[in-house]
Nanobody, 124 residues
Framework: VQLQASGGGLVQAGGSLRLSCTASGRTHSSYYMGWFRQAPGKERDFVAVITSSGASTIYADSVKGRFTISRDNAKSTVYLQMNTLKLEDTAVYYC??????????????????WGQGTLVTVSS
């Protein structure tokens, strides 16, 4: 599976962005999909995950109520709608696909494939 993330950019605090991650290769719909982010000098942290069917989602406490993860399996794409952005949301955002380790969804090793990352910068 190859993953291509897009949609990052510069936005003012309080604004919104929607990230997209398009998959190619193996059947996208069989994977659970996650978003992680990595701020400068920090670890890559879990943001959100969605099950293969899209029926269930889980969020990090820091983004709960502001971010929404969704997927369109017909388009092999997963989205991250980010609202009410804060300065601390500034990071490179990565999408990832996992096949058999959903219990590890908060960890990088719970995923088999990674996209290249897209930079989100929130300004004051």
């Amino acid at each position: 599976v190859q993953l291509q993330a897009s949609g990052g950019g510069l936005v003012q605090a309080g604004g919104s962005l929607r990230l997209s991650c398009t998959a190619s290769g193996r059947t996208h719909s069989s994977y659970y999909m996650g978003w992680f982010r990595q701020a400068p000098g920090k670890e890559r942290d879990f943001v959100a995950v969605i099950t293969s069917s899209g029926a269930s989602t889980i969020y990090a406490d820091s983004v709960k109520g502001r971010f929404t993860i969704s997927r369109d399996n017909a388009k092999s794409t997963v989205y991250l709608q980010m609202n009410t952005l804060k300065l601390e949301d500034t990071a490179v955002y990565y999408c990832a696909a996992g096949g058999s380790s959903f219990g590890l969804y908060r960890l990088r090793r719970g995923y088999d494939y990674w996209g290249q990352g897209t930079l989100v910068t929130v300004s004051s």
